[in-house]
């Protein structure tokens, strides 16, 4: 009997290892549609297409830029170039990992005026500790930022700023629940609050960043997103964010709404800034 149970066992198991392997979810492309009512009457409108290959992605382009991304071996994000239309102007981006595929460098080069100008950041890993020193071409002091990032738990909990003195002039809280960033707080310097706010589906900016920077994107991108404005700190969180509220009007806040596909991802997004002046309105397409 015993024998006869293990045999209907062996032939059950594998079908139901197949019921549970469900394929990826991939993006396929994200159409932005930004509507500045500023400075026109009817609004200034902004185009963006982002397309993608096997979840990660290819190209994003507007009316006179296109941004090209590349890849190495590991499928970790590797190189972007970004080319204006009918112009010589060019922006690149190097990134480089380390064994554990850590990001130890990002390499900017691009143009400023009449300058040509490389920054280098580099990511020292010292236990709880990443060291992030950032340097320009064009600064005759070499070193523009001496940054200092605290880890716990796998997710970056605070980030100080210092002088070339190495006298702290800044630093940032961030905190987190149910795998959300739900706020920043300003302690040393800039004491400005932000204060996200979360749905309970499943997040497309966390799919995508992801997809590029492996499994340690919950360290990498809120490091890159001081430096790379295509990668918000925020993207790493496990919901999709829905509001954004600052302690200073300095900053506008910005609300969000969603239509959700059957596996809980959002189709669409409808943005708004608080003082009404720009709405962007977002297309999911997926594979």
Request: include cysteine.
């Amino acid at each position: 009997m015993k024998t006869y149970f293990i045999a209907i066992l062996m032939m059950v198991f594998p079908c139901l290892v197949h019921s549970q392997d469900q394929a990826p979810v991939r993006l396929k492309q994200i159409n932005i549609v930004k509507t500045n009512y500023q400075n026109f009457k009817d609004g200034e409108i902004v185009n963006k297409t982002v397309v993608f290959k096997e979840g990660k992605i290819q190209t994003i382009t507007t009316s006179d830029v296109i941004q090209h991304f590349f890849y190495n071996p590991k499928g970790l994000l590797d190189m972007t170039v970004k080319d204006k239309v009918g112009s010589d102007w060019k922006e690149v981006v190097n990134y480089t990992y380390d064994a554990d595929n850590n990001i130890t460098k990002l390499v900017k080069k691009y143009q400023e005026g009449n300058d040509y100008i490389t920054k280098t950041v580099t990511f020292t890993y010292e236990g709880a500790r990443i060291k992030v020193i950032t340097k320009k071409s064009t600064n005759h002091q070499n070193v523009v930022d001496d940054i200092e990032y605290i880890v716990e738990n796998g997710i970056i909990v605070r980030r100080t700023s210092r002088d070339r003195n190495k006298a702290i002039i800044g630093k940032i809280e961030y905190s987190y629940t149910n795998d959300n960033v739900v706020r920043h707080r300003g302690l040393v310097g800039d004491k400005i609050s932000k204060t996200f706010t979360f749905d309970d589906k499943k997040s497309v900016d966390a799919l995508i960043v992801q997809n590029l920077f492996g499994d340690n994107y919950k360290i990498i991108v809120p490091m890159i997103s001081y430096h790379e404005d295509e990668f918000a700190f925020e993207s790493i969180s496990y919901n999709n964010e829905t509001n954004f509220s600052p302690s200073s009007t300095v900053l506008v806040g910005v609300s969000k709404k969603y239509k959700y596909n059957k596996l809980n991802f959002p189709i669409s997004c409808s943005q708004l800034e608080e003082n009404g002046i720009v709405k962007t309105e977002k297309t999911f397409i997926y594979e």
